[in-house]
């Protein structure tokens, strides 16, 4: 596609519950990243995929936080058991090569109740 | 560990008048990269500029200039002509050479008045 596409746009979710959201990057985009914008605040890393190499997840708040991304392609941010403080608009980009050609996603904005 | 800060949380700016945005960094690496991003209510970050730490020269872009300070560690952005446009979150942003994440400061909310 022409943009990174992310789904849903919005999402609430009851407190204990898992949610997943999705990142469409641009086509032929080798690397791909998670951040989390916390209200007031600005964007935290959460993973990077960079082709077939292992994933740097080093941002990842805790083990209830998983991303996978299925054929070089399409990533999926996996939270299970939901807490109100993972409330935050989660925002996805993808990159050709390094930080050039760097394009965010208009985000999921997720809140949890 | 790198830490970017901006000690201006609003900001408002009249209509075809100048503004400057802050942005101060702390790293120890010797080169790296600045940013400065835009945020419309469109929640989708937008590049407003880049410099390169190991160019001396302020990177320009049309209304947009940066003053970069490398001894200081200061990076700001000045808006010239501002435009209703121009009104948006402003993020200022770290990365260094061959990384792969940003580093951002919290936040600039800038209002442009007709």
């Known amino acids: 596609g022409a943009g990174v596409s992310q789904s849903p746009s919005n999402k609430v979710t009851e407190k204990g519950k898992d949610v997943e959201l999705r990142c469409d990057p641009i086509s032929g985009h080798t690397a791909l990243y998670w951040y989390r914008q916390s209200l007031g605040q600005g964007l935290e890393f959460l993973i990077y995929?960079?082709?077939?190499?292992?994933?740097?997840k080093s941002g990842l708040p805790s083990d209830r936080f998983s991303a996978e991304r299925t054929g070089g392609s399409v990533s999926t941010l996996t939270i299970q058991r939901t807490q109100q403080e993972d409330s935050a608009v989660y925002l996805c980009?993808?990159?050709?090569?390094?930080?050039?050609?760097?394009?965010f996603g208009s985000g999921t904005r997720l809140t949890v109740v | 560990a790198q830490t970017v800060t901006q000690s201006q949380p609003e900001m408002s700016v009249q209509e075809a008048e100048t503004v400057t945005l802050s942005c101060t960094y702390d790293?120890?690496?010797?080169?790296?990269?600045l940013f400065w991003y835009k945020q419309p209510p469109s929640r989708q970050m937008i590049l407003v500029i880049r410099q390169e730490a190991y160019k001396q020269q302020n990177a320009t872009e049309n209304r947009f200039s940066v003053n970069f300070q490398k001894a200081a560690k200061s990076f700001s952005l000045k808006i010239s002509d501002s435009q209703l446009g121009d009104t948006a979150m402003y993020f200022c942003?770290?990365?260094?050479?061959?990384?792969?994440?940003?580093?951002f400061g919290t936040g600039t909310s800038l209002t442009v008045i007709p």
């Open positions: 995929f960079q082709g077939n190499s292992a994933p740097d």
């Open positions: 942003a770290f990365m260094k050479h061959r990384g792969n994440q940003f580093y």
């Open positions: 790293t120890s690496e010797s080169n790296y990269y």
């Open positions: 980009a993808s990159s050709l090569e390094g930080l050039y050609g760097y394009t």
